[in-house]
C-alpha cells in the first residue's frame, strides 16, 4: 500500500514542511497541489472535504488532507496521510519544549517569517478564486456568499461563526425545489467502531483523571494531561486561532485559582506558553502542533524521559479525536448525500465557504503593514500578495517554491 501511494505521501510530506499561514492558507496549498499538479481529488471534492471538516471539532486542515488520503487507499492511508502531515511541526514544537530555556526570547529572530502573512493571503485569494468559479451560480449562491462574507469578518475568531453559517447556507438552498439530483446510491452500513472508540476513550479520560486527582496518584500528571488535551482536541471549534486561549485558560490561569484545592495540577507559566504560541505560527503545518509543546513543558519538571512523553502525549491526545471523528462521520455523510436535500444544502455550504475565505483574506491583510516607514517592504508586502496569487494561477510552480521564496524575501529585506 506504501509503495503504491509512495508519490502521494511525498507530496504531503512536502506540503507539511511548507504549509505555513496557517489554516487559512493551507485550503489554496492543497488547492494547487492535490487538484492541479497532481489531480488526486477535484475541485468539487476538495471544497466538499473542507466544508464537512469544518462542520466537525478539531483541526480541520488536518481532518481534509486526512480525508485526501482516506479517499486514494481507505482507513490505512488515511492513517498515515495524518502521521506524515502532522510529525513535523509536532516535532519541531516539541523539541522546542527542550531548548526554550536556551533561547532568548527577545532575540528569536523571526523576519525570516514577516512576509509568510501577504503570502498568506495570496494563497487564500487563489483558494476563494478557484472555489467561486464553482459554487457561485445564481441569486442565492450570491447572497450566501455575501452574508457569510460579512459576518465572518465583523465576528471573526467567535468559534460558533463558521458552524453557523455553513448550517444556515445549507439551509436556506433547500427553499428550492428545482434543483434536486437524483441517485440510485444504496446507503452503506455504518461502521461504530471508531465512534465507540472516540466516546469510549473520552470518558474513560475523564473518569480516571479525575480519580487520580481525588486520590492524589504519584505522578498523576502524564493522566491528567491526556485528559485535558483529548478534551480539547475533541470540543474545540474553530481551529488553533480558538484552540490556543482554551489552553492558556486551562493551563496558567485556572491553576492559580485552584492552587489550594489542587497544588499538583498541570500548569505552564505564561511566560513560556506567549512564546510557544508566537512560534508556532512561524511553524509550517498544523497549528494544534503546539500541544506537542505544552505537553512537553508540562512534564519537563519530572525528567527529560517524562518530558518526551509528554510531547508524545499531546500529539496523540491534540490529533485522536479530529481523526476518529472525521473517519466515522465521512460515510454518514456519503450515505446522506443520496438524499436530494444533501444535495441541495452542498450548493448553499460551498456558497458560504467562498464567503468565510473572501472574509478571511481581508482579516488577515488588516495585520499586514501597508504604511510601514521603509516602503520597500510595504511594496514587497504587495507584490508578494499579488505574485503569489499569479504564481499558482498562471503558473505550474510547485507551492513550496512559493513558500520558499517568500522565506528567502524575509532573509534578504
Known amino acids: 500500500m506504501l509503495h503504491r501511494h509512495l508519490s502521494f505521501l511525498k507530496a504531503v510530506l512536502l506540503q507539511s514542511v511548507t504549509a505555513f499561514g496557517g489554516p487559512q492558507a493551507h485550503l489554496g496549498m492543497m488547492m494547487k497541489t492535490f487538484v492541479q499538479q497532481k489531480p488526486y481529488v477535484t475541485k468539487e ?52 519544549s527542550f531548548l526554550l530555556q536556551y533561547i532568548d526570547k527577545k532575540e528569536l529572530g523571526t523576519d525570516i517569517f514577516k512576509f509568510i502573512a501577504p503570502m498568506a493571503v495570496g494563497f487564500l485569494a487563489y483558494a476563494a478564486f478557484i472555489t467561486f468559479t464553482v459554487a457561485i451560480k445564481n441569486l442565492i449562491t450570491w447572497i450566501i456568499m455575501f452574508v457569510g462574507a460579512t459576518a465572518t469578518y465583523f465576528l471573526f475568531g467567535q468559534p460558533w461563526v463558521i458552524p453557523t453559517l455553513i448550517l444556515v447556507g445549507g439551509i436556506a438552498t433547500n427553499f428550492s425545489m428545482t434543483r434536486i439530483p437524483q441517485t440510485e446510491q444504496k446507503p452503506r452500513k455504518i461502521k461504530w467502531w ?3 472508540l472516540f466516546g469510549i476513550i473520552f470518558l474513560a479520560a475523564g473518569f480516571i483523571s479525575e480519580m487520580a486527582r481525588k486520590q492524589e496518584w504519584p505522578d498523576r500528571k502524564p493522566i491528567n494531561l491526556f485528559e485535558n488535551t483529548y478534551r480539547m482536541g475533541s470540543l474545540v ?30 500548569q505552564i507559566d505564561e511566560e513560556s506558553l506567549y512564546t510557544g504560541m508566537g512560534i508556532v505560527r512561524a511553524v509550517p503545518g498544523p497549528v494544534f502542533s503546539i500541544a506537542s ?4 513543558m508540562a512534564l519537563k519538571d519530572m525528567g527529560y524521559k517524562m518530558q518526551v512523553l509528554g510531547c508524545l502525549i499531546g500529539m496523540i491526545a491534540i490529533f485522536l479525536p479530529s481523526a476518529l471523528l472525521v473517519l466515522f462521520f465521512f460515510p454518514i455523510w456519503n450515505n446522506m448525500k443520496k438524499y436530494a436535500a444533501v444535495y441541495r444544502s452542498l450548493e448553499g455550504i460551498n456558497a458560504a465557504v467562498v464567503g468565510i475565505m473572501i472574509a478571511s483574506t481581508f482579516y488577515i491583510m488588516k495585520d499586514i503593514s501597508f504604511s510601514d516607514e521603509k516602503m520597500i517592504s ?23 517554491i512559493i513558500v520558499a521564496g517568500c522565506l528567502l524575501l524575509g532573509y534578504i529585506f
Open 237 to 266: 471549534f474553530g481551529g488553533g486561532q480558538v484552540l490556543i486561549p482554551m489552553m492558556y485558560e486551562q493551563w496558567s490561569v485556572r491553576p492559580e485559582n485552584v492552587k489550594d484545592k489542587n497544588p499538583n495540577a498541570v
Open 194 to 196: 471508531n465512534f465507540w
Open 45 to 96: 471534492e476538495l471544497m466538499e472535504y473542507n466544508a464537512f471538516c469544518q462542520l466537525l471539532p478539531g483541526a480541520s486542515s488536518t481532518q481534509t488532507i486526512t480525508l485526501i488520503g482516506y479517499k486514494r487507499g481507505g482507513v490505512p492511508l488515511a492513517v498515515v496521510t495524518l502521521l506524515v502531515w502532522i510529525l513535523p511541526a509536532s516535532i519541531i514544537m516539541g523539541g522546542l
Open 378 to 400: 510595504t511594496s514587497i508586502n504587495i507584490l508578494t500578495m499579488m505574485g503569489t496569487f499569479s504564481l499558482l494561477q498562471f503558473t505550474r510552480l510547485p507551492a513550496p
Open 293 to 296: 509543546f505544552t505537553g512537553g
